[in-house]
Protein backbone atom coordinates (compact mmCIF):
# COMPACT_ATOMS: atom_id res chain seq x y z
CA UNK A 1 0.00 0.00 0.00
CA UNK A 2 1.25 3.43 -0.88
CA UNK A 3 1.39 6.05 1.92
CA UNK A 4 -1.43 8.23 1.67
CA UNK A 5 0.51 11.25 2.35
CA UNK A 6 3.17 10.67 -0.69
CA UNK A 7 3.96 12.98 -3.07
CA UNK A 8 5.44 11.27 -6.45
CA UNK A 9 7.35 13.85 -9.00
CA UNK A 10 8.04 13.66 -12.71
CA UNK A 11 4.93 10.84 -13.05
CA UNK A 12 4.27 10.06 -16.62
CA UNK A 13 0.77 10.63 -17.43
CA UNK A 14 -0.86 8.57 -20.17
CA UNK A 15 -4.23 11.49 -21.03
CA UNK A 16 -7.09 9.31 -21.92
CA UNK A 17 -10.60 9.76 -23.07
CA UNK A 18 -12.08 7.94 -20.66
CA UNK A 19 -12.43 7.73 -16.53
CA UNK A 20 -9.73 5.10 -14.99
CA UNK A 21 -11.32 3.83 -11.66
CA UNK A 22 -9.50 2.18 -8.45
CA UNK A 23 -10.02 -1.65 -9.04
CA UNK A 24 -10.57 -1.55 -12.65
CA UNK A 25 -9.19 -3.08 -15.47
CA UNK A 26 -7.64 -1.08 -18.34
CA UNK A 27 -6.43 -2.67 -22.05
CA UNK A 28 -4.39 -0.08 -23.63
CA UNK A 29 -3.53 -0.08 -27.60
CA UNK A 30 -0.08 2.17 -27.26
CA UNK A 31 1.68 3.26 -30.49
CA UNK A 32 2.59 6.57 -30.34
CA UNK A 33 5.82 6.94 -30.23
CA UNK A 34 5.45 9.51 -27.06
CA UNK A 35 4.16 6.66 -25.42
CA UNK A 36 5.66 3.84 -26.26
CA UNK A 37 8.87 3.92 -24.48
CA UNK A 38 7.43 5.64 -21.09
CA UNK A 39 5.38 2.23 -21.21
CA UNK A 40 7.89 -0.20 -21.61
CA UNK A 41 10.30 1.84 -19.30
CA UNK A 42 7.15 2.13 -16.12
CA UNK A 43 6.93 -2.01 -16.86
CA UNK A 44 10.41 -3.07 -16.86
CA UNK A 45 10.93 -0.67 -13.33
CA UNK A 46 7.49 -2.09 -11.95
CA UNK A 47 6.57 1.85 -11.52
CA UNK A 48 3.10 2.98 -12.08
CA UNK A 49 2.06 6.14 -14.34
CA UNK A 50 -1.05 7.94 -14.49
CA UNK A 51 -4.18 7.84 -16.35
CA UNK A 52 -5.89 11.43 -16.66
CA UNK A 53 -8.83 12.09 -18.66
CA UNK A 54 -8.85 14.98 -21.05
CA UNK A 55 -11.17 17.92 -20.73
CA UNK A 56 -9.97 19.12 -24.08
CA UNK A 57 -7.78 17.70 -26.71
CA UNK A 58 -7.78 14.02 -28.58
CA UNK A 59 -6.04 10.81 -27.27
CA UNK A 60 -3.75 11.00 -30.50
CA UNK A 61 -2.23 14.02 -31.81
CA UNK A 62 -3.07 15.32 -35.25
CA UNK A 63 -2.05 18.87 -36.57
CA UNK A 64 -4.84 21.36 -35.93
CA UNK A 65 -6.27 19.59 -32.73
CA UNK A 66 -6.96 21.88 -29.84
CA UNK A 67 -4.30 21.86 -27.54
CA UNK A 68 -4.43 19.35 -24.45
CA UNK A 69 -6.34 19.57 -21.01
CA UNK A 70 -6.07 17.52 -18.06
CA UNK A 71 -8.31 16.60 -15.40
CA UNK A 72 -7.08 17.60 -12.31
CA UNK A 73 -7.65 13.95 -10.59
CA UNK A 74 -6.36 10.66 -12.12
CA UNK A 75 -5.47 7.33 -11.16
CA UNK A 76 -2.16 5.44 -10.72
CA UNK A 77 -2.19 2.65 -13.28
CA UNK A 78 -0.04 -0.40 -12.68
CA UNK A 79 0.70 -2.86 -15.64
CA UNK A 80 -0.01 -6.45 -14.86
CA UNK A 81 0.62 -7.62 -18.69
CA UNK A 82 2.23 -6.43 -21.19
CA UNK A 83 2.39 -7.78 -25.16
CA UNK A 84 4.58 -6.48 -28.57
CA UNK A 85 2.91 -8.11 -31.44
CA UNK A 86 4.61 -6.37 -33.73
CA UNK A 87 7.56 -3.24 -33.79
CA UNK A 88 5.75 0.02 -32.81
CA UNK A 89 2.92 -1.58 -31.20
CA UNK A 90 2.41 -2.40 -27.33
CA UNK A 91 -0.65 -4.25 -26.12
CA UNK A 92 -0.64 -3.27 -22.47
CA UNK A 93 -3.03 -4.61 -19.27
CA UNK A 94 -3.82 -2.13 -16.87
CA UNK A 95 -4.73 -1.74 -13.25
CA UNK A 96 -6.33 0.71 -11.63
CA UNK A 97 -4.42 1.67 -8.31
CA UNK A 98 -4.59 4.99 -6.09
CA UNK A 99 -6.25 8.32 -7.29
CA UNK A 100 -4.05 11.61 -7.58
CA UNK A 101 -4.38 15.02 -7.76
CA UNK A 102 -2.14 16.96 -10.29
CA UNK A 103 -0.66 19.90 -8.29
CA UNK A 104 1.81 20.47 -10.78
CA UNK A 105 1.86 19.34 -14.96
CA UNK A 106 3.87 19.82 -17.92
CA UNK A 107 4.69 18.84 -21.47
CA UNK A 108 7.89 17.48 -22.66
CA UNK A 109 9.29 18.24 -26.10
CA UNK A 110 8.34 15.12 -27.70
CA UNK A 111 5.03 15.23 -26.07
CA UNK A 112 4.67 13.45 -23.22
CA UNK A 113 3.17 14.85 -20.14
CA UNK A 114 4.53 14.48 -16.63
CA UNK A 115 3.16 15.92 -13.32
CA UNK A 116 4.15 16.31 -9.37
CA UNK A 117 1.06 14.66 -7.77
CA UNK A 118 0.09 13.69 -4.51
CA UNK A 119 -1.65 10.43 -3.80
CA UNK A 120 -5.36 11.20 -2.23
CA UNK A 121 -6.46 8.66 0.66
CA UNK A 122 -7.85 5.41 -0.54
CA UNK A 123 -11.91 4.82 -0.04
CA UNK A 124 -12.25 3.39 2.94
CA UNK A 125 -13.85 0.44 3.43
CA UNK A 126 -17.90 0.85 3.93
CA UNK A 127 -20.52 -2.01 3.89
CA UNK A 128 -23.39 -2.03 1.35
CA UNK A 129 -26.43 -0.79 3.40
CA UNK A 130 -29.28 -2.59 3.05
CA UNK A 131 -31.58 -0.12 0.93
CA UNK A 132 -28.37 -0.55 -1.68
CA UNK A 133 -28.00 -4.25 -1.90
CA UNK A 134 -30.16 -4.62 -5.03
CA UNK A 135 -27.33 -2.35 -6.75
CA UNK A 136 -24.61 -4.67 -5.79
CA UNK A 137 -26.82 -8.00 -6.55
CA UNK A 138 -27.47 -6.54 -10.37
CA UNK A 139 -23.81 -5.62 -10.68
CA UNK A 140 -22.80 -9.44 -9.57
CA UNK A 141 -25.55 -11.02 -12.29
CA UNK A 142 -24.21 -8.21 -14.94
CA UNK A 143 -20.64 -9.47 -14.78
CA UNK A 144 -21.76 -12.95 -14.61
CA UNK A 145 -23.16 -12.89 -17.71
CA UNK A 146 -20.25 -10.69 -19.58
CA UNK A 147 -18.15 -13.07 -18.56
CA UNK A 148 -20.62 -16.06 -20.36
CA UNK A 149 -21.30 -13.80 -23.52
CA UNK A 150 -17.99 -11.65 -23.34
CA UNK A 151 -15.28 -13.57 -21.93
CA UNK A 152 -12.93 -11.39 -23.52
CA UNK A 153 -14.40 -8.26 -21.72
CA UNK A 154 -11.89 -5.85 -19.45
CA UNK A 155 -13.70 -7.46 -15.97
CA UNK A 156 -12.37 -7.64 -12.43
CA UNK A 157 -10.28 -11.14 -12.00
CA UNK A 158 -12.61 -13.62 -10.37
CA UNK A 159 -12.25 -14.05 -6.29
CA UNK A 160 -10.98 -10.44 -6.87
CA UNK A 161 -14.81 -8.91 -6.12
CA UNK A 162 -15.74 -7.09 -3.35
CA UNK A 163 -19.74 -6.68 -3.65
CA UNK A 164 -20.14 -6.12 -0.32
CA UNK A 165 -17.60 -2.81 -0.80
CA UNK A 166 -19.97 0.52 -1.42
CA UNK A 167 -16.92 1.94 -3.38
CA UNK A 168 -16.24 -1.06 -5.32
CA UNK A 169 -19.56 -1.82 -6.23
CA UNK A 170 -19.78 2.02 -7.22
CA UNK A 171 -16.61 2.24 -9.81
CA UNK A 172 -17.54 -1.03 -11.26
CA UNK A 173 -21.19 0.29 -12.30
CA UNK A 174 -19.08 3.90 -13.16
CA UNK A 175 -17.09 1.38 -15.91
CA UNK A 176 -20.08 -0.16 -17.09
CA UNK A 177 -22.46 2.79 -17.41
CA UNK A 178 -22.90 4.37 -20.94
CA UNK A 179 -22.04 8.04 -18.91
CA UNK A 180 -20.09 11.49 -20.31
CA UNK A 181 -16.65 11.42 -19.56
CA UNK A 182 -17.31 14.42 -17.33
CA UNK A 183 -19.92 12.30 -15.18
CA UNK A 184 -17.45 9.63 -14.73
CA UNK A 185 -14.93 12.10 -13.68
CA UNK A 186 -17.06 14.06 -11.25
CA UNK A 187 -18.48 10.48 -9.70
CA UNK A 188 -14.19 8.91 -9.59
CA UNK A 189 -13.12 12.39 -7.83
CA UNK A 190 -15.45 12.59 -4.90
CA UNK A 191 -14.10 11.68 -1.52
CA UNK A 192 -17.71 9.76 -0.23
CA UNK A 193 -17.65 6.03 -1.29
CA UNK A 194 -21.10 6.32 -0.38
CA UNK A 195 -22.32 9.37 -2.10
CA UNK A 196 -21.02 7.86 -5.31
CA UNK A 197 -23.06 4.71 -4.77
CA UNK A 198 -26.11 6.35 -3.95
CA UNK A 199 -25.51 8.55 -7.40
CA UNK A 200 -25.23 5.50 -9.04
CA UNK A 201 -28.18 3.91 -7.89
CA UNK A 202 -30.18 7.11 -8.68
CA UNK A 203 -28.81 6.86 -12.33
CA UNK A 204 -29.69 2.95 -12.32
CA UNK A 205 -33.39 3.50 -11.33
CA UNK A 206 -33.78 5.12 -14.34
CA UNK A 207 -32.69 2.11 -16.56
CA UNK A 208 -35.39 0.46 -14.30
CA UNK A 209 -32.76 -1.52 -11.96
CA UNK A 210 -33.66 -0.75 -8.29
CA UNK A 211 -36.77 1.07 -6.89
CA UNK A 212 -37.88 4.57 -8.85
CA UNK A 213 -36.81 7.52 -7.53
CA UNK A 214 -39.69 9.69 -6.51
Known amino acids: MVDDSLTLTSLPLFPLGAVLFPGGVLPLRVFEVRYLDMVAKCHRAGAPFGVVALTQGHEVRAAGAPPEQLAPVGTLAHITAL ?5 GLLLAQCRGEQRFRIDHSSQLKQGLWVANVTLLP ?14 AHALKQVHAGLRVQSPGAPLPAVGSEHYDDCAWVANRWCELLPLPVPTKQRLMSLDNPLLRLELVADMLSKTGIGPAQG
Not at 122 to 135: F, G, I, S
Open 83 to 87: DRPQP
Open 122 to 135: ADRLLAVPDDLQHV
